[in-house]
């Protein structure tokens, strides 16, 4: 009785989900082992159809050895994203506390910061970028006196200046971070609070002790939110590159198959550094 | 006298510090704070809509950076010509409010039965619901557009649906995140009661957990809709020439501005490309999600408390 019970139940439940495991191996699963089928293969594309004739690791080789502008923007893109994405999380932190203040007016300034995330589209950053929307300023200005390739490492200086020239897109992408610190500020107890003043714990020995260890966990989801909108904005230069070689003739299908999940293994990596990282500093306390 | 002076003291250093931090000097820190950052937020915008008045004179007069010398229409209308702005919008509306629709719908069942029915191998396939969105669109879409190209279904809205149907749209996965995190949190007990009463589980989802849902959907539909709009790399391969977006006419907009106005080396000048008639371009082109948002900005900031994603 009991296991007919729970057969129907499952029966039942899969009635709602089967939609989804047919949706994940059609549209999902397929692609994911045709691209890495593709990635091996030289991909040509005829009138009768997609012809491919394997040809190993080529693709992977062409793709990090050959075309030195991918393993470049690659890299650049390790490294920036590895340096944006903290700055983000710690900049939403940052205003998330500064909205959870009890002020009037605060719904205003949510909503002006929620903003961006509705109209931010590739083309529209793209033109607001280019016409120099997107630095306040002054800032070239400062650039350029403060002479920073002179007295600074390469690598460094040009952190730097990325810095400094896309801190509105730091801004810009931190809305939906913002908002899941605010729910996690929110439910926080305020008892806590007053037990550790009483106890004689200061404002800021309170911010280090008890709210960022409640947030640990909307670290790591905001962490790994921020990482993934990075990485699938259509004007990150990898995917620009990856878009390119789709439909260029010389490389083809194949060679991008291999650069898109070349792409996708950094990313994994990159993910996996920053929740690492994060979740280390949860175990040191 | 002494301990007077100490007593107002004490007051006025409560008033304006107060005793956990929210005194008016605190206070106005935070206002202050608050500004510069919404200041430097809104720039870009600020930037956008006063150059998008200018006209050829005030971009080269030195004297005007900000302020145009009066409200120079005549950009939005160029900008309006060269998207084909009415029909482009159309089509923008149709290629993300049906997707839109379609994916809440679809992401609400599946949610559902992920909250509500023990299914065996439940957790893996969660698992991977959640991976779904860690996977980048890149790596998917070349055999999804061949699989669509087979079908015929490339220019169509179909190839946006078909996949949003199934849970596999523009970030399934969250909406589905989102209606699991909102259906467990309603009581079962109101199912049992109705189950008593002899209601089938399609019942109880459709009458009780549906309407119970609504802000759910109203999230899901509303995030959709702006992501489903905003999109441009699978719009650019799924829709191909037949169907336009907004954004996709913006990414285009230079080229088609020289195919509109062609120069002409008799003409005056004032008829090239100038960054005037880009920003009119780039305006018009969220101003339909600024009039969305000004409407419904309350269930966009408040979606996180409401769906209660960030898990209990």
């Not at chain 1, 300034?109 to 950053?125: D, N």
Request: net charge neutral; hydrophobic share 55%; glycine share 6%.
């Amino acid at each position: 009785m009991k296991i007919r019970y729970r057969l129907r139940e499952a029966l039942i439940g899969l009635s709602f989900i089967w939609i989804w495991i047919v949706g994940f191996l059609v549209f999902t699963c397929y692609p994911l082992i045709r691209t890495l089928l593709f990635s091996f293969s030289q991909v040509k594309i005829t009138a009768d159809g997609v012809k491919t004739t394997f040809i190993g690791w080529e693709n992977y080789r062409n793709a990090l050895f050959l075309n030195v502008e991918f393993g470049d923007t690659l890299a650049t893109y390790f490294v920036e994203t590895l340096v944006i994405v903290p700055i983000i999380v710690v900049f939403a932190l940052i205003v998330s506390l500064l909205l959870n203040v009890k002020i009037r007016g605060k719904g205003i300034f949510r909503t002006i910061y929620f903003l961006p995330v509705i109209i931010t589209s590739g083309p529209v950053i793209k033109q607001l970028m280019d016409q120099g929307a997107t630095t306040l300023p002054g800032i070239q200005t400062i650039i350029e006196m403060s002479k920073l390739h002179e007295s600074m490492p390469e690598l460094l200086a040009d952190l730097i200046v990325f810095l400094l020239t896309s801190f509105i897109t730091i801004l810009w992408f931190s809305g939906v971070q913002m908002l899941i610190f605010l729910a996690g500020l929110q439910k926080l107890d305020s008892s806590m609070y007053e037990a550790a003043s009483i106890d004689g714990a200061s404002r800021w020995e309170s911010f280090w002790k008890l709210t960022l260890p409640a947030l640990n966990p909307m670290i790591i989801v905001n962490m790994v939110y921020t990482v993934i909108m990075q990485s699938v904005f259509s004007l990150n230069p990898v995917i620009t590159q990856i878009q390119s070689a789709m439909y260029d003739a010389k490389y083809g299908m194949g060679y991008s198959a291999a650069m898109a999940w070349i792409y996708f293994l950094v990313m994994l990596v990159l993910l996996s550094v920053l929740v690492l990282v994060t979740r280390q500093r949860e175990t040191n306390r | 006298m002494k301990g007077i002076d100490r007593r107002t003291i004490d007051k006025t250093k409560r008033v304006l510090w107060g005793f956990t931090g929210e005194g008016i000097v605190y206070k106005l820190a935070v206002y202050f704070l608050l500004s510069l950052i919404g200041f430097v937020y809104l720039y870009p915008l600020f930037y956008m809509i006063t150059y998008s008045f200018m006209n050829t004179e005030d971009l080269i007069n030195p004297l005007i950076t900000y302020i145009p010398s009066g409200f120079y229409m005549d950009n939005f209308a160029k900008a309006a010509e060269v998207m084909d702005f009415l029909n482009t919008l159309w089509q923008n509306v149709l290629a993300s409010f049906v997707p839109a629709v379609v994916q809440t719908v679809s992401a609400a069942v599946i949610g559902y039965g992920f909250a509500r029915f023990r299914i065996p191998g439940k957790s893996v396939l969660f698992a991977l619901v959640l991976a779904t969105f860690i996977i980048p669109p890149q790596i998917t879409m070349i055999p999804q557009f061949l699989m669509f190209k087979d079908l015929g279904l490339i220019g169509s809205i179909f190839s946006y649906i078909i996949p949003a149907a199934f849970g596999q749209g523009i970030k399934s996965g969250l909406f589905i995140l989102i209606f699991y995190q909102f259906f467990r949190s309603i009581p079962k007990s109101l199912e049992e009661a109705a189950q008593i009463d002899g209601a089938g589980a399609y019942k109880i989802f459709a009458v009780i957990c549906v309407p119970m849902a609504v802000p759910a959907f109203i999230i899901s539909f509303l995030f959709s809709m702006v992501w489903y709009w905003n999109e441009t790399l699978l719009a650019a391969l799924y829709l191909g020439d037949k169907l336009t977006t907004l954004p996709l006419e913006l990414q285009n907009f230079a080229v088609t501005y020289q195919k509109v106005f062609p120069a002409d080396p008799n003409a005056q000048t004032g008829r090239s490309l100038n960054e005037a008639i880009n920003m009119a371009g780039t305006f018009l082109n969220i101003i339909p999600l600024l009039i969305v948002y000004f409407f419904t900005q309350r269930w966009f900031v408040e979606s996180i408390e409401r769906s209660g994603i960030t898990g209990e």
